[in-house]
């Protein structure tokens, strides 16, 4: 039994066994599958009537006994995208039947046909069905896979009594792919999943230590790990992160995972991810009506995805590329220890910080990080991954990611990673002329301005940790990483990020 938490997993490593997604052609008289879901795009319905126009369609109801008409004249259903209907079978082999509109058929993209597969995954997976064939996933087949993986995966690890998992094969009908890919891509946002949606009593700074631990030594072929002390860490000057963690009992843990892809003369590059397994905002404290203190658990959702994205890496293996996993883990806690407002921090590099907000804490952690990234690890190319700000929820909202950059090529390939990996995010400006907000008349610096533009100025503070010759770009995740209506934690940007590593091999 678990108690205060230490009984729970973080995250599970093998939360994709016990199910395959199979591309082989095989089963495409789907024969003997549990339930069938057909792919709809708008060209295949009626905009006015909700008839099939579609052959294949056509084909499809009439395997059903009728059911796929009926269910989509009654459901109005016009292949839109997100849209969904399922029904009983009346005729034919499946039990279950259903369609998911891609929208028109030349907008098609990753976020779409993932989301075909994780519906009807998790539509099977309610109607307690063994096996799935879906229609329609050519040219897209690893983006489906990682959405039926992801669709079937339920996370029940704080559950007193567990669901049995019943679904064991998804077929994808017709094509013959490798979607080995898709499972890799799947696994690692589960796992930022997993742990951005635990507890803080669960996932503490020593939990992602060890999940980073399991990583390396699950994939010792090309990943390697150093876990830095508290006492490490002095020795490195890292004065503003071990500030943040003065003040809990949680031991601080500096994660420096390491990846080794095949070839000489390897780019080495970093992502680095925010790491405050809670925050309470210090002596700042989080207090009141809209303060989200009780969901300040995925305050480390940069890490969550920096470890993501390290196990997409360890599992697909691109050659040309060294990558650095870099997270400076703790908690802002209250204590007699604690950093107080006023405060004047040393980072590693030598600037001095006056703290005049303790709940500005990420930032802080971030700055020795990023110094060692550039200066211990020599990256010629970071991107850092944080839920830094609420001004950056205000400004995209919930489903979008804000990416800051002074360099246009550093920016362009985030985006094209993004992309790549179906995930929102929007290039924000940075000018430097704002710069003289966070002007402090005893240290170099505060760490943070004025109300207006918070999200733009805590990126200005970041740029002030890594070199100007470094290929360096900021994503403030704050709002992606977490969406009550589609179940919580989301996994966001463990694909973005491990697309970005891999970029640089290529």
């Known amino acids: 039994m678990a108690v205060s938490g230490r009984g729970y997993v973080p995250a599970r490593a093998d939360a994709m066994d016990g199910m395959e997604v199979l591309a082989n052609g095989a089963a495409s008289d789907a024969a003997t599958m549990d339930a069938i879901v057909f ?36 459901g109005e259903f016009k292949g839109k995208a997100g849209s969904s209907a399922f029904s009983r079978a009346r005729g034919g082999n499946a039990k279950h039947v259903g369609v998911v509109g891609l929208g028109k058929r030349e907008e098609r993209g990753v976020s779409v046909m993932m989301a075909l597969g994780s519906t ?70 589960q796992l930022t999943k997993e742990l951005v949606a635990a507890p803080p009593n669960v996932v503490t700074p020593t939990a992602l230590a060890e999940t980073a631990k399991e990583i390396a030594a699950k994939h010792s072929d090309c990943m390697t790990v150093k876990i830095l002390e508290k006492a490490d860490c002095e020795k490195l000057g890292m004065g503003s992160y071990l500030g943040v963690s003065e003040a809990s009992d949680e031991p601080p843990k500096f994660i420096h995972l390491t990846y080794k892809g095949a070839g000489s003369d390897l780019k080495k590059v970093a992502v680095v991810g925010k790491g405050l397994t809670f925050d309470s905002g210090g002596y700042n404290l989080k207090a009141g009506a809209g303060s989200m203190i ?42 007699s220890r604690g950093l107080r407002p006023g405060d004047i921090l040393t980072a590693s590099n030598g600037k001095t910080i006056e703290v005049n907000n303790t709940d500005a804490e990420g930032r802080l952690t971030l700055a020795d990080a990023l110094v060692y990234a550039d200066k211990t690890c020599g990256a010629t190319a970071i991107v850092d991954c944080a839920t830094l700000t609420g001004a950056i929820i205000v400004a995209l909202g919930d489903e979008m990611a804000g990416l800051f950059s002074p360099k246009d090529d550093a920016a362009k390939r985030v985006e094209a990673a993004a992309k790549a990996a179906g995930e929102d995010l929007w290039r924000m400006p940075m000018p430097d002329s704002m710069w003289a907000i966070m002007k402090s008349e005893i240290a170099d610096m505060k760490n943070t301005g004025t109300r207006g533009g918070g999200s733009i100025t805590a990126a200005l503070f970041l740029k002030q940790f890594v070199d100007e010759s470094v290929e360096w770009s900021h994503v403030d995740l704050a709002g992606p990483v977490w969406n009550d209506k589609k179940g919580g934690a989301t996994g966001y940007g463990a694909a ?6 891999a970029s640089h091999g290529k």
């Open 39 to 74: 792919a709809v795009c708008e060209e295949d319905v009626n905009a006015e009537t909700s008839a099939i126009e579609s052959e294949a369609l056509r084909a499809f109801d009439a395997r059903s006994g009728g059911a796929v008409s009926e269910m989509m004249a009654e």
């Open 294 to 335: 009780e969901m300040m658990k995925f305050d480390m959702g940069g890490s969550g995805a920096t470890l993501g994205a390290a196990k997409i890496i360890a599992q697909t293996k691109p050659a040309g590329v060294e990558a650095h996993f870099i997270i400076a883990a703790c908690e802002n806690m209250i204590g």
């Open 496 to 501: 973005t990020f491990a697309e970005w590593v």
């Open 120 to 189: 009807a995954a998790a539509h099977a997976q309610k109607s307690k069905c063994a096996t799935l064939g879906i229609a329609g996933a050519a040219g897209f087949e690893n983006a489906v896979a990682a959405g039926a993986y992801l669709g079937a995966t339920d996370d029940q690890r704080f559950k007193s009594k567990p669901q049995a998992k019943t679904l064991k094969t998804v077929s994808l009908l017709d094509v013959t792919a490798d979607v080995s890919a898709g499972k890799a891509r799947a696994v690692g946002v």
